[in-house]
Antibody, heavy 114, light 110 residues
Framework: VQLVQSGAEVKKPGASVKVSCTAS????????INWVRQAPGQGLEWMGW????????GYAQKFQGRVTMTASTPISTAYMELSSLTSGDTAVYFC????????WGQGTLLTVSS | QSVLTQPPSVSAAPGQRVTISCSKS????????VSWFQHVPGTAPRLLIY???RRPSGIPDRFSGSNSGTSATLGITGLQTEDEADYYC???????????FGGGTKLTVL
């Protein structure tokens, strides 16, 4: 099982970012994909989940209205889009497989700076 | 809002045993299935324990988990220098419909 994420991003405040996560080594549609972030010097923060089979989603209250999680099943890729970025969104973003959070992507560093 | 509480740091010598606790602020954590993650900064976190006490394939039996109801505990025996990392507990909170994490515990192997 591997989850490979897109590369580091630098965005200006107010912009949006879309991070991808390409899965291999298992049937993509049989596990949810979660997104978890870690800001500098902080702990892990769960953002939400999406079901690649049904498209169903569930977002942490803090991110509702600002995050969108989607997937393209033909290419086994999940996406997390975060809008209205602020410096507080500077963090490493991880995609994580399933309810057990058993496999993690390598992380994508997002830097939000003017 | 539910919060999982962990000690900020623990330390022990190589070969020793250490435990890390995880408690829930507003209710009995025994109602939750707790997972534990090891995170070496700059790498991807690794699942060590899920469903309170189950180890994924490939995780050494030096790592163990328990959930007494008042707190969940991660135990590590035969400490090795490569065990130095941050450790997080996590659980699904049904009332929030969200995954909640503890603040993390930094393990130092002296």
């Amino acid at each position: 099982v591997q989850l490979v994420q897109s590369g580091a991003e630098v965005k200006k405040p107010g912009a949006s970012v879309k991070v991808s996560c390409t899965a291999s080594g298992y049937t993509f549609t049989t596990y949810d994909i979660n997104w978890v972030r870690q800001a500098p010097g902080q702990g892990l923060e769960w953002m939400g989940w999406m079901n690649p089979d049904t498209g169903g989603t569930g977002y942490a209250q803090k991110f509702q209205g600002r995050v969108t999680m989607t997937a393209s099943t033909p290419i086994s890729t999940a996406y997390m889009e975060l809008s209205s970025l602020t410096s507080g969104d500077t963090a490493v973003y991880f995609c994580v497989r399933g309810g057990d959070l058993d496999f993690w992507g390598q992380g994508t560093l997002l830097t939000v700076s003017s | 809002q539910s919060v999982l509480t962990q000690p900020p740091s623990v330390s022990a010598a190589p070969g020793q045993r250490v435990t890390i606790s995880c408690s829930k602020s507003d209710s009995n954590i025994g109602n939750n299935y707790v997972s534990w993650f090891q995170h070496v900064p700059g790498t991807a976190p690794r699942l060590l324990i899920y469903d309170n006490d189950r180890r994924p394939s490939g995780i050494p039996d030096r790592f163990s988990g328990s959930n007494s109801g008042t707190s969940a505990t991660l135990g590590i025996t035969g400490l090795q220098t490569e065990d130095e990392a941050d450790y997080y507990c996590g659980a699904w909170d049904g009332s929030l419909s969200a995954v909640i994490f503890g603040g993390g515990t930094k393990l130092t192997v002296l």
